[in-house]
C-alpha cells in the first residue's frame, strides 16, 4: 500500500506587496491535507525514476517576486512506519544543505495529523544585479492512511 507525504515549500522575500488575489486551494488526488495558494497553480505529475510517484503544483507571482509550490508525494506504507525524528532531522538538513539554505531551524513533532517535519531558513538571490536575501519554508507531512489508496 502506497500513502501520500505532501511537502509544502513557500519562498517569500522579505518585502511582499500586499494586492488582491484569488484565493485557490490545492489537493492533490488522495491527500488529506490542502493547501491554499495565491492564485490558480500549475499542476504537474511527475515520477522519479519510474519508483516514486508525485504531483507538484507551483504558483509564482513576479508582482511579488514569490513563489508557492507543494509537492506530494506517494511513499511505502513501511517507509512512514519507520520515520522517527532521527530519519526526520537528518533527511530535512540534507534537504536544507541541498537547497543551500544558511541557518536552517528544523523541528519534528508527531500528533493526530501524523509526522511533521518543517524547516525555515535564509537564501541568498540575485534580483537583476541585486542580491536578495529570502526566507525559505518547508513542512513536510507523512500519515497512514486511514483508507487504502489505490495504487
Known sequence: MKILLSILLIVLTISIS???HKYVEYNAGGNEFSVTFLGKPNIKESTAGG???FETAELILPDDKSFQRCESFLFDEELIKQI????VFDFIGKFAYY???????????????GKIG??????????????????????????????????
Do not use: N
Open 99 to 113: 537547497q543551500g539554505l544558511s541557518y536552517p531551524e528544523i523541528h519534528y513533532e508527531k500528533t493526530k495529523l
Open 84 to 87: 522517527d525524528k532521527s530519519y
Open 51 to 53: 519508483y516514486m510517484e
Open 118 to 151: 518543517t524547516v525555515r531558513g535564509y537564501k541568498e538571490l540575485k534580483d537583476g544585479d541585486q542580491p536578495r536575501v529570502i526566507t525559505y519554508f518547508a513542512k513536510g507531512h507523512g500519515k497512514l492512511p486511514m483508507r487504502p489508496l489505490s495504487p
Open 18 to 20: 500586499c494586492q488582491s
